[in-house]
C-alpha cells in the first residue's frame, strides 16, 4: 500500500515565528488533506489539496502531485496553533492512509 | 448542516466483552468509514460503509464488524474485546458521488478495555 511519511516528527517553537511541515506519499493520490488534531483528539480540517496551492488566513498549502509531496506552512505561529498535524491520502479507494503526524508545541 | 456526530465520548470495557461505537454523518454524506487510532500513532482505516454495504476493508479482523442505516448513520461492533483495541475510534463522512472526496471526522470516542 502507500507509504506516508511526514517530517518533521516533532517541532518547537517560539509565538510569532514560521514553520514548514512537509508529507511526502510514495504513489498517485486522488485526495490528500491536512488535518490538526487538538488535544481532545478531534481531526480539524485544513486544507483539501490533492494539487496546486491554498491559503486559509496564517495557512497554506501547496501540493506538487507529480513530485509526490505537499507543504504545511504556518505564519506567525500562536499557542492555540499546538498540537498534531496529518497529512492523509487516498489513492481513489475514498480510504485515507494517514502519516505518523508532526507534533507542535508553540511556547509564548 | 449539521456536523459528524458520534457517541458515546468515552467507554470503559471488560476483556472480552463486545461493544458498540455510534456515528451519525454530515448532511448530506451518504460514506462513512470508521478509523483506529492508538496512542501516538496515526489513525488507521477499519472500514467503510457507502449505501449500506460494506465498500473496503483494512487490515482489521472479522471480530471488527459495522453497519449502515438508511439514514446513513453508522455502527462499529467489536467482539472479544482484547486490551489491544483500547483506542481512539474515529469516524469520518464524505460524499461517495462527488469528486470531491473531502472527508469530515466526528469528536471520535475513546475506547479503553481493562
Known amino acids: 500500500g502507500i507509504q506516508v511519511e511526514q517530517s518533521p516528527p516533532d517541532l518547537i517553537l517560539q509565538e510569532g515565528a514560521n514553520s514548514t511541515l512537509r508529507c511526502n506519499f510514495s504513489?498517485?493520490?486522488?485526495?490528500l488533506q491536512w488535518f490538526h488534531q487538538n488535544p481532545w483528539g478531534q481531526l480539524i480540517n485544513l486544507f483539501y489539496i490533492p494539487s496546486g496551492t491554498k491559503q486559509n488566513g496564517r495557512l497554506s498549502a501547496t501540493t506538487v502531485a507529480t513530485e509526490r509531496y505537499s507543504l504545511l506552512y504556518i505564519s506567525s505561529s500562536q499557542t492555540t496553533d499546538s498540537g498534531v498535524y496529518f497529512c492523509?491520502?487516498?489513492?481513489?479507494?475514498?480510504?485515507?492512509?494517514f502519516g505518523s503526524g508532526t507534533r507542535l508545541q508553540v511556547q509564548p | 448542516e449539521t456536523g459528524v456526530t458520534q457517541s458515546p465520548t468515552h467507554l470503559i470495557k471488560t476483556r472480552g466483552q463486545q461493544v458498540t461505537l455510534r456515528c451519525s454523518s454530515q448532511s448530506g454524506h451518504n460514506t462513512v468509514s470508521w478509523y483506529q487510532q492508538a496512542l501516538g500513532q496515526g489513525p488507521q482505516f477499519i472500514f467503510q460503509y457507502y449505501r449500506e454495504e460494506e465498500n473496503g476493508r483494512g487490515n482489521f479482523p472479522p471480530r471488527f464488524s459495522g453497519l449502515q442505516f438508511p439514514n446513513y448513520s453508522s455502527e462499529l461492533n467489536v467482539n472479544a474485546l482484547e486490551l489491544d483495541d483500547s483506542a481512539l475510534y474515529l469516524c469520518?463522512?464524505?460524499?461517495?458521488?462527488?469528486?470531491?472526496?473531502?472527508?469530515?471526522f466526528g469528536q471520535g470516542t475513546r475506547l479503553t478495555v481493562v
Open positions: 469520518a463522512s464524505s460524499s461517495g458521488q462527488s469528486a470531491n472526496t473531502e472527508a469530515f
Open positions: 504513489d498517485s493520490v486522488n485526495n
Open positions: 492523509a491520502v487516498d489513492t481513489g479507494r475514498r480510504a485515507l492512509t
